[in-house]
Antibody, heavy 123, light 110 residues
Framework: EVQLVESGGGLVQPGGSLKLSCAAS????????IHWVRQASGKGLEWVGR??????????TYAASVKGRFTMSRDDSKNTAYLQMNSLKTEDTAVYYC??????????????WGQGTLVTVSS | QSVLTQPPSASGTPGQRVTISCSGS????????LSWYQQLPGTAPKLLMF???QRPSGVPDRFSGSKSGTSASLAISGLQSEDEADYYC???????????FGGGTKLTVL
């Protein structure tokens, strides 16, 4: 069974840092691109960014809203992806989901999602 | 302001057919396939449709998707109370080099 489990959320002051983890199981993690998507309370889904597999040189891409502040990484030996969040702002407050992006026949989509971890940025 | 535009709300009575639209541009819907997600309160999104009109295993055939140009729609026929949820469309955007989501549509079953 495919599972993605996020952890590391919590309360942090504006300007602070937090590192989220996404532990994967049930599939070949090293072959998969992992994306992060966030959702502020009562709001819609917002793509945060992605980290590709080793075959794609672990390339990362970020949304403009987090570029330069957030960094994605992964440890394939631990089947875990990370989201390092620096210079946090109140508007970064959200539930953060990690999700696996599958591509087949020219179409890509998110099948598997974690349960999400809440990040609250407040003084 | 989301890159993909959805109506904020939709509603219908049990048994009815409802459609939810998703409008984008040539850099996203116009050049890439679309997926739809259903989100029940307090839960993670669930894949409902991919490749514009393909249903994953387990999704009832009451759900159907279509795309034309830079717009797409999700149709739900035989509306049921359990369909009450938030629905999101998503696509890759070649200009932004990332995934873009619609703002979401809250479906109410009256």
């Amino acid at each position: 069974e495919v599972q993605l489990v996020e952890s590391g959320g919590g309360l942090v002051q504006p300007g602070g840092s937090l590192k989220l983890s996404c532990a994967a199981s049930g599939f070949t993690f090293s072959d998969s691109a992992i994306h992060w998507v966030r959702q502020a309370s009562g709001k819609g889904l917002e793509w945060v960014g992605r980290i590709r597999s080793k075959a794609d040189t672990y390339a990362t891409t970020y949304a403009a809203s987090v570029k330069g502040r957030f960094t994605m990484s992964r440890d394939d030996s631990k089947n875990t992806a990370y989201l390092q969040m620096n210079s946090l702002k109140t508007e970064d407050t959200a539930v953060y989901y990690c999700t696996r992006r599958d591509c087949s026949g020219g179409t890509c989509y998110f099948v598997y999602w974690g349960q999400g971890t809440l990040v609250t940025v407040s003084s | 302001q989301s890159v993909l535009t959805q109506p904020p709300s939709a509603s219908g009575t049990p048994g009815q057919r409802v459609t939810i639209s998703c409008s984008g541009s040539s850099s996203n819907i116009g050049s890439n396939t679309l997926s739809w997600y259903q989100q029940l309160p307090g839960t993670a999104p669930k894949l409902l449709m991919f490749g514009n009109n393909q249903r994953p295993s387990g999704v009832p055939d009451r759900f159907s998707g279509s795309k034309s140009g830079t717009s797409a729609s999700l149709a739900i026929s035989g509306l049921q109370s359990e369909d009450e949820a938030d629905y999101y469309c998503a696509a890759w955007d070649d200009s932004l080099n990332g995934v873009v989501f619609g703002g979401g549509t809250k479906l109410t079953v009256l």
